[in-house]
Each structure stands twice: as structure tokens, then as C-alpha cells.
């Protein structure tokens, strides 16, 4: 049996007079006058000098220049994350490649970290080639990263592919940039990405791309997916790797795309990268993780190259919503040359069909950053506005008797469906509704199709009667402008794109969702709004994450629209739900009709009592005034989704 690891300083019981006089001392060290202030994506870095006291409590070395207070800072993800805490990691890691830095303390909050004195390669050599012996010097960190003992390696998330299943970590990875990296933004970015050429299935048409021929099987092992110019120190010719927050596990082979691809290596450098790395795993007794190289390599390029176009694209349209004055021509010139690279280098993996020029890019920039999605809606303060006290609760009628909630306890409950407009928030209030029908009617107008329609959708007041009516004419082969209903689609998003900003909460809906998602009830969002505006006033409010992907709301097709049960059975189907586990929360006899359809059962929200006769009257069994009365559903309910 091998013998227990040395402990590490920051080890040490972390209790006691001595424990404290290190926090106190190190909270004042990150706050040194003297500090320099290093950010990245994912933490912010505060280098300060160590000071003899603390060094002397830490057991480190009193002569240290250097110590670094490391912070995370909030960011989108666009990798998976294996290892949630880096400090927890770094306590292997730095017992076996020496030249890492360690974390001398976790704080929870942030962390120290020792300093490793040299100069960053992205200040030494920014652009140019790194030369021989600095890719000897990295293809044997490869190698050294690779010889670290799994079984020290923390804990992997559970499912998390195993060794020497290649194909289903390639997968895994696929998987992570559809669900969580494209799909989710695609709510803000859709415009954008469709008028440059992305598409919404270009990362499942990579998935499934019957020309790949399978993954060799090849051993897994430490990986750390990040290693640019920016994560190497050179000192002496020697180097230090940094910034382990995004390692991994897996496909030794992706580690080395990553790095080929993030170096910005000219073509010949990444040949020549290649041969090393091949020399230093066998050279280091892992010539195991070699096989396949040839084939498999260019699989994990071009996924990188896939991968990256999402990133990219948004980072420099986002990059125009910072400025602090608006963009000008060199800025929207500047945006479309990444947005163009990233465009180029992805085209081929993903099978684009070619890169718009620089002034279409531009246009479509222009366009998605003075439009809804884009500076207006960086404007609003998201954590303000996410720390806004919600409005105190309408008190509890009559119409809504606690032994109506009782059927529902204990009836199996694993998921709760929710309308947006009514039950989450009061999308368009005050009668604004009527204005974005006015918009509607007169892109109709102009385009010769008014006449056309039913008296009563011409005098309706709901812009989804217009789009109803256009899609029906449409089958008619009434419809003179056959992408008129597109265009109205396009309006009808912007609109309620817009209402979000100023959409008040439902009372106690944000409280409610809030305390679902803790007892880890699944929710889905069903409505025949926009997701993308559903999206936009999810993340505004700080929700986003109760929901995941599972936003099921208008699509091209408007005869799906509630009473149809579409949304909802798309919604059963993406949780994974039977239909007698659900029950949804709706405001008006269509959301009724729908459940009814997709047996689910129902409660029935209204605001005033003519929406609540209105509901009664179709036939709702229970209808509440106030969500406050379904907070007391939840123990019962996360009793039933612990089972």
C-alpha cells in the first residue's frame, strides 16, 4: 500500500489563534497599497509583497518576494468544468510539477497562492514564433502533466467520461458547447449568428457526422486545456505553467489541440509542436497516449475551431456594448475582423458554405448592437436590478382555500411548467401590447396584406392574432410577400424583447421559482412568447439558471401556439417528465386547454376576478390571486423529487 502524500502548507487545521492571524493577515496583504492588479477571465489577481510575518506562519520561505491573492470572478463558462475548487486540485499538482505555483490557503472567497517570479510569454513574445526550445520545453511539461498519479486527482463530476473511452469524452465536449454555450445565448445572439452563416444545428451536425471515423481508445490522464502565452512564465528559459482552473481529465490529444490552437502557432510550428510533444510522451513511458495521433489530432482541431466561433462572436459583439460611448466605424471594423477570423477558421469544421465580407459582418453588428439584445440591453444594471425587493404579496382570497392545495400534496409532483406572460411577470403592462400590435399592422399594411385579414384580428389589440392570421393566409396562397411572417416574427421578438426591461415581477413568482430550483424541483418555462425574450428577462432578474435550456416557447410554426399543447409536451420531453408528475402554473383558458391536452394538471392564476371568472369558466378546478400559497407546496414536493 503506498504511503500517504507529504501535506502540503496549506493543509495545515485551519483553526485556532494562528489560523486567524493568517486570515487577518492576508485579507490586509490583498488590500496592499502596493498591489498589482492582474485579471483574467476567470480571477482576478492582486500580486503583493509576502512580508516576513505572515511567510513565517505560512512555513514558506521568508525571502519569497511575492505572494498572489487569487479571486474568481463571475464569467460564462465555454469549457466544462471537471474540478470546481483549483486550490483543492493544486494540492496534487503542485506536489508533483514543482515549478506550479501552490495555493498556501484557501479562504473559501479566494485564495493565496505562492508567486512564480519570470516573465509572462505573452509579454515576451506576443505574436512570433516561440522557437525550438521553448516547444521542447512545453512538450515536456505535457509529458510531466501527463505522469500525475490519477487515483491523487480530486474527485470527477459523476457520468464524467473514464479512460480510454475517447469517443465519448470528444462527445462530452460537444455536448458542453451545444447545451450550455450556444443554445443558452442563442436567445441574445440569434440575429447575429444567423446573419453571419451560424446556424442553429451546426454543433449537432458536427456531432453527428457520419464521414468521422471513431476515436482511437487511448488512456486518459491530467489535462490542462488552457496552456496559451498568457498561463506560461518563462524564467531563464525555463517554464511554469499557471491558471489550472479550467484542467480537466481526459483525451490527452485534446490538451494538445487546445494548446496548438491558442498558441496561434503558424501551420509549420504546429506540425513541429506535434513531433515533440509524440517524442516527449514516449521519451516520459507514454507512448500508449500517442496512438491515433495522425488521425485523431484533426478531429480535435477542428472542434476547437468549432467550438471557438461561439465565444468569439459574442465576445466581440459584447465588446461593443462596453464602450463607453458608442461604437464608431473602427470599432465595428475592429469587431468584424475577429468575428471574420473566427468565421474562417470554423468554416470548414462546421461546413458554413463560406465567410461573409467585411461589410456584411459589420452590418449584422451594427444592426444586433443598437437592437434589443445589444447596448440596450447592456444598459440595464443586471445586478441591481436582481437585488430589487420583489412586491409584497396580494393577500390570500377566499377563491384561493388551502384544501384546494391539498390534492396536490403527496400526488407526485417531480415538475412545474410555467407560463411567462402573468404567472412570471406582466410582460407588457399598461396596455402596451397594443402598440406592438400597431407596429404588426402596419408592416402588414405596407406590405398589401391588411385587407386581407379578418375584421376582428385587424382590430385585435394582440399582436400573436396578426401572426396567427398571416401564417393561416399563408396556407391560403392568399400571401403575396412569402417572408412577411418572418418579418413579423422578427418584430414581435423585438418587441417583447423590449417589454422585459421594464416587465414588473409577478408577486412572489421570483420567491417561488427561487425555492423550487432550491429543493431541485425541474422547471420549464412554456408560453407563446419569444424564448429569446424569456431568456432576456431571466437573466436580467437573476433566474436563468432555474431553468436551464428548457424555455419552450413560440416557434416558426404559430398554430403550435397554446391552446395547442405543443409547449408543453416539448417541455415534458426535454425534463424527461411524465405528464401526471406536472402540473403547470397558467393565466388564461388557452394555458387550461393545453394542460387539459397534455394531461398535466393545473392552477390557474389570475390577477383580478374577472381573470379568475374567466378561468373558472373554462373549467380551472383551482385558481389562486397570489402565488404565496404554492411556497407551501415545496416540502411536499422536494419530499417527492428526493425519492
Known sequence: ???????????????????AWIRRLADAHRDHPDREVVAGHHNVNHIVPLGLVLALLLRTMPFRARVKCR????????????????????????????????????????????????????DAVPHDAVGEALMRELAGFFARAAGVPVGELPPRPAGWPSSPHSQDFLHRLIDFTEERVHRPNRWRFDALFTEVGVGADVMRNFREDVGRRPLTRRPFCLLHTDVHRANVVVDRRRIAVID???????????????????????????????????????RAGHGALTEGLATDLPVYLDFEYAQ??????????????????????????????????????????????????????????????????????????????????????????????????????????????????????????????????????????????????????????????????????????????????????????????????????????HRLIRALRARGVRMAVVTNNSPRAVSAYLHRHGLADAFGPHLYGRTADPALLKPDPDPLIRALAGLGAAPGEALMIGDTAADLAAATDARVRFIGYARDEPGAERLRAAGAG??????????????????????
Open 71 to 122: 479571486m474568481p470572478r463571475e464569467t460564462v463558462e465555454v469549457v466544462p468544468r471537471v474540478w470546481p475548487s483549483e486550490p483543492e486540485l493544486l494540492k496534487v499538482v503542485s506536489r508533483h510539477l514543482r515549478e506550479v505555483p501552490r495555493c498556501l490557503r484557501d479562504f473559501g472567497a479566494w485564495s493565496l497562492h505562492s508567486y512564480r517570479a519570470g516573465r509572462v510569454l505573452s
Open 308 to 509: 471557438s466561433v461561439f465565444p468569439d462572436i459574442m465576445r466581440a459583439a459584447l465588446a461593443l456594448t462596453a464602450l463607453p460611448w458608442d461604437p464608431v466605424a473602427e470599432d465595428y471594423a475592429e469587431a468584424a475582423a475577429k468575428v471574420r477570423r473566427a468565421l474562417e477558421r470554423a468554416a470548414g469544421p462546421l461546413r458554413l458554405g463560406g465567410v461573409p465580407d467585411r461589410q456584411h459582418v459589420e452590418r449584422a453588428l451594427r444592426s444586433w448592437c443598437e437592437g434589443p439584445f445589444g447596448r440596450a440591453l447592456e444598459k440595464a444594471s443586471l445586478a441591481e436590478r436582481a437585488m430589487e425587493p420583489e412586491p409584497e404579496p396580494e393577500p390570500q382570497t377566499e377563491q384561493e382555500p388551502e384544501t384546494g392545495l391539498r390534492s396536490y400534496r403527496g400526488g407526485g409532483v417531480g415538475c412545474v411548467l410555467l407560463d411567462f406572460d402573468g404567472p412570471i411577470c406582466a410582460l407588457f403592462p399598461d396596455g402596451s401590447a397594443e402598440r406592438v400590435a400597431g407596429e404588426l399592422r402596419k408592416l402588414a399594411s405596407d406590405r398589401g396584406v391588411l385587407g386581407l385579414l379578418p375584421a376582428e384580428v385587424e382590430r385585435s389589440e394582440d399582436p400573436q392574432d396578426i401572426l396567427r392570421a398571416v401564417h393561416a393566409l399563408r396556407g391560403t396562397g392568399q400571401l403575396p410577400d412569402p417572408d412577411l411572417g418572418a418579418d413579423l416574427e422578427a418584430l414581435l421578438t423585438a418587441g417583447e424583447a423590449w417589454a422585459t426591461h421594464t416587465a414588473p415581477p409577478t408577486p412572489g413568482a
Open 622 to 643: 383551482l385558481v389562486l390571486s397570489s402565488l404565496e400559497p404554492l411556497l407551501g407546496l415545496l416540502e411536499d414536493l422536494g419530499r417527492e423529487v428526493s425519492r
Open 244 to 282: 489550472w482552473e479550467l484542467a480537466s481529465y481526459g483525451d490527452p490529444l485534446h490538451d494538445l489541440a487546445t494548446h496548438l490552437v491558442r498558441m496561434d502557432y503558424a501551420k509549420d510550428e504546429q506540425v513541429r509542436m506535434t513531433e515533440l510533444w509524440a517524442v516527449a510522451m514516449r
Open 1 to 19: 500500500m503506498p504511503s500517504s502524500s507529504p501535506r502540503s502548507p496549506h493543509e495545515a487545521p485551519k483553526s485556532g489563534r494562528r489560523e
